[in-house]
Nanobody
């Protein structure tokens, strides 16, 4: 069964950190660029970060640049999103997908909730 599963979300205070994980099963991530998206309440799905499949080049939305870091280990079939200096506006459901920036097609996880609040 082809599946992406996110984990690592939770409640954190402003300025805190979280590390999200994305684990693939039923297929290998080697052949895909991987993106992280998020959807805040009442807002559209937004691309947050992307990592290329070959040389692992990382890309970030301006809103998270300098605070978030994406990485991958193809041998473990996993991708991570390290989120530092979190802000209340980072509150959203975070999804990983075999897509970058454009939220259509590909394989998607079920999402993990991130809440930044004091």
């Amino acid at each position: 069964q082809v599946q992406l599963v996110e984990s690592g979300g939770g409640l954190v205070q402003p300025g805190g950190s979280l590390r999200l994980s994305c684990t693939a099963s039923g297929f290998t991530l080697d052949y895909y660029e991987i993106g992280w998206f998020r959807q805040a309440p009442g807002k559209e799905l937004e691309g947050v970060s992307c990592i290329s499949r070959s040389d692992h080049t990382a890309y970030y939305a301006d809103s998270v640049k300098g605070r978030f870091s994406i990485s991958r280990d193809n041998a473990k079939n996993m991708v991570w999103l390290q989120m530092n200096s979190l802000k209340p506006e980072d509150t959203a459901i975070y999804y990983c997908a075999t897509r970058c920036w454009v939220a259509s097609g590909g394989f998607w996880g079920q999402g993990t909730q991130v809440t930044v609040s004091s």
